[in-house]
């Protein structure tokens, strides 16, 4: 199976302490195509299966804001609600979480500019709380060709499923991203003051430092689980995380990796303040895939191979958290069954099944999923949502 983890084996957890995040019930408002679709789940995996452009994704949008940030699209809050009415969008849950019930709610605030948060009908200061209630992963159709494109979305993919095992990891990059700003802000603005600058690349060198050292904890800890890879139909990955700052502090102690990092910085500024951005850092660091069975770079293999070399990271990502955490997250997978082969098919079935956590799927395929005992189908058109295999 698919780096899945014996975990009694590895950590001093049972299996038997292991908790799995539920969605137990989906409320959606307004949302996207949906004016008002409401859904009981059973905590088996789910598939919803329709034609394209019935909303099937729209429902895997709603439950990723279950997790900080802008969903599985990144979509503007704004651009959520549905076309036709332009009310205010709502989404309502029902969550097992640590063995406790939780009830979440969001919606857009009246400013268009974010969102507000409730958790039990207390509203929460941002996103950052969801974490501590649900753990989420997702797979979607765009992220196929992740291996071909550029830095930043490599980057950006290593980060959602870094902040998913490290909880402070988003807040820290988005500490470095305000200071980056404010450093790139005072250029653009032709403001040079050496010592305003080596406050902010103090404060830049000492938060990049903490994200580079949480970047290689989490792909070395990762690559140990792609390593347990038993089944022969799934090619094995190997990461590496590349760049600057990562190679500081793989190099050096943390307060000599800080000072270098710093002194780089104010190094650059002549050539950052002509520039009018900050060309060395944490943010120019990229994802190396190696496809381990072949020898090459992820980018290098076929169609397939990425797209097998991809699910094995994020279902060994599904391991990695539980070992850490405890806790199982919940997995969206959007139109990704459909496009492996049959043997590949049966593999993932049979990785599913094992591992037991809630995985919810989208496909046009009804026949794909009937192959699966012990899930739920649900047939999505314009107008409802239809029970077809299930609770």
């Given at each position: ?11 001093n ?26 859904l ?31 969903g ?53 200061a ?15 159709p ?6 071909n ?12 499923l870094c902040?998913?095992?490290f909880?402070?990891?988003i ?35 000492e ?26 139909v ?13 190679k ?26 002509f ?37 094995g ?11 850490h ?11 990704v ?5 049959e ?16 995985i ?21 058109d ?10």
């Amino acid at each position: 199976m698919i780096g899945h983890i014996k975990l009694s084996q590895n950590t001093n957890m049972s299996v038997e302490k292991l908790s799995f995040d539920q969605i137990k019930s989906i409320k959606l408002i307004n949302f996207r195509s949906h004016s008002d679709l409401s859904l009981q789940l059973s905590g088996r995996p789910l598939a919803i299966i329709g034609n394209n452009g019935v909303g099937k994704t729209n429902i895997l949008e709603a439950i990723s804001l279950l997790s900080p940030g802008r969903g599985i699209r990144n979509s503007k809050f704004s651009e959520m609600v549905k076309d036709d009415n332009m009310l205010p969008w709502g989404i309502n849950f029902n969550i097992s979480s640590n063995r406790k019930n939780y009830q979440v709610s969001s919606g857009l605030k009246n400013s268009h500019r974010g969102r507000d948060v409730k958790i039990n009908g207390k509203k929460v200061a941002g996103s950052n709380k969801l974490s501590d209630i649900i753990l989420l992963s997702w797979l979607t159709p765009s992220m196929d060709q992740i291996f071909n494109e550029t830095p930043s979305y490599r980057r950006r993919f290593i980060d959602r499923l870094c902040s998913v095992y490290f909880k402070d990891h988003i807040k820290n990059i988005k500490t470095y991203e305000k200071l980056m700003l404010e450093r790139n802000s005072s250029f653009k603005n032709k403001i040079f003051d050496n010592v305003w600058l080596n406050g902010i690349d103090e404060q830049m060198s000492e938060v990049s430092i903490a994200i580079a050292e949480t970047r290689i904890e989490f792909i070395n800890n990762l690559n140990k689980v792609l390593k347990t890879n038993l089944d022969p139909v799934w090619p094995k990955a190997y990461l590496e995380i590349l760049g600057f700052v990562e190679k500081l502090v793989t190099t050096w102690n943390n307060n000599k990796a800080k000072q270098i990092l710093f002194e780089k910085l104010k190094e650059n500024r002549e050539k950052d303040f002509f520039s009018k951005r900050t060309t060395e850092g944490i943010h120019r660091s990229d994802l190396l895939v190696i496809d381990r069975n072949q020898k090459i770079e992820a980018k290098k293999c076929s169609t397939g191979e990425q797209k097998s070399l991809l699910m094995g990271i994020i279902l060994s990502h599904l391991d990695l958290v539980a070992n850490h955490k405890g806790r199982y997250p919940v997995l969206l997978l959007d139109e990704v069954v459909a496009h492996f082969d049959e043997i590949r098919r049966k593999s993932f079935f049979n990785q599913i099944r094992d591992i037991g956590s809630q995985i919810i799927m989208t496909g046009t395929d009804r026949s794909v999923f009937e192959q699966l005992n012990g899930i739920d189908i649900y047939h999505l058109d314009t107008h409802k949502l239809t029970n077809i295999r299930g609770n």
